[in-house]
């Protein structure tokens, strides 16, 4: 699981040599980044607190899972 605070914005570049499509689709979040060709980077932001499944539409073994704490928490 990776941390972040409310508010961030995460820069997810495909430095892999395969295309990608990085997604998240639950009630409190919705993000598609579309066919992410090499070198493509796009930006994700976490408005909300809880937790994410960011995950891949082509790949369905590669994930990422978030978890958002409040922007003031240490």
Do not use: W
Not at 3 to 12: D, E, K, P, Q, Y
Not at 33 to 39: K, L, N, P, R
Not at 49 to 61: K, M, Q, Y
């Amino acid at each position: 699981t990776t941390l972040f605070r409310s508010g961030a914005t995460v820069l997810i570049e495909n430095d892999d040599r395969v295309t990608h499509h990085v997604y998240v689709d639950q009630p409190d979040m919705k993000f598609d980044s579309g066919e992410q060709s090499v070198g493509k980077a796009v930006a994700m932001r976490f408005d909300r607190e809880g937790h994410f499944a960011v995950r891949c539409a082509i790949h369905p073994t590669m994930h990422l899972d978030v978890t958002v704490v409040p922007a003031g928490s240490p």
